[in-house]
């Protein structure tokens, strides 16, 4: 729903990009309003975003001498699921993905990605678009907004909650389950899954209270935000630690 100018204002990746030295892109989504084709909901089933990012890819490569065992994609509420989409169809390309505040509808057929991939998340537990609770009274207000801009059927959005949501990528990565615990500072709540085989962790951030927002980014957007985390410059230091297997 907002354009590569409004999401590198809000992440201010450009920031963290200069400090450690690497390339930062904005794609854009097409139709009205600018959408990623994440899945049938988006109805928009002529575009294939996953090939935009692939051609995406290629085409920097041919710019820039960059390390194609570290290429890594983010997205925040609708760009997240179009991140959840990449990180089951892109493994061979994308070393490690994030997301921000993502309402993470089921993506169609049985997705798998081709390897263990490594997650990080970050969610307010008030998300008003119902990323956090899945499928409760809050599914409302994003089915309202999308029926008003005729994207949805008339009907709750099946979406899993978002610490369920976590939960299932770490056993699709083979995570050990009991080892992972909550770790609370000030108003953030950590949980990771540890991969002690093929670095596939799963770590997510909640905020409490926290809105549609981007953890220490710009302050703007739904709800309320926090300074108590740089949802950027943790993403990145999570990338960094995590390139593309070299049997890839």
């Not at 959840?84 to 169609?108: N, T």
């Not at 899945?134 to 099946?158: C, W, Y």
Request: aromatic share 10%.
């Amino acid at each position: 729903g907002a354009n590569p100018a409004f999401q590198r204002y809000l992440s201010r990746w450009d920031r963290v990009a200069n400090r450690h030295h690497f390339l930062v892109a904005y794609p854009q989504g097409s139709s009205f309003p600018l959408r990623f084709n994440a899945g049938p909901v988006y109805k928009i089933p002529e575009i294939d975003d996953v090939q935009l990012i692939r051609d995406l890819i290629d085409e920097i490569s041919r710019s820039f001498n960059i390390d194609r065992k570290r290429v890594y994609v983010n997205g925040m509420s609708g760009g997240a699921h179009m991140a959840d989409r990449i990180a089951c169809e892109l493994a061979d390309q994308v070393a490690a993905v994030g997301m921000v505040s993502g309402s993470y509808l089921e993506l169609p057929g049985d997705k798998k990605p081709a390897r263990a991939m490594p997650v990080i998340a970050f969610q307010g537990t008030a998300d008003p678009f119902g990323g956090y609770r899945g499928r409760t009274e809050d599914s409302r207000v994003l089915l309202g907004i999308m029926k008003l801009i005729n994207l949805a059927p008339g009907k709750v959005i099946e979406m899993p909650a978002f610490e369920k949501w976590a939960e299932n990528w770490a056993r699709r990565n083979g995570c050990d389950l009991t080892a992972a615990k909550w770790e609370t500072e000030k108003d953030i709540r950590r949980l990771c899954y540890p991969n002690y085989l093929n670095n596939g962790e799963v770590e997510i951030y909640l905020v409490e209270g926290g809105g549609h927002t981007w953890p220490g980014g710009s302050p703007t957007f739904i709800g309320k935000s926090t300074r108590s985390i740089n949802a950027s410059e943790t993403m990145w230091a999570f990338f960094d630690s995590h390139p593309l297997p070299d049997a890839w």
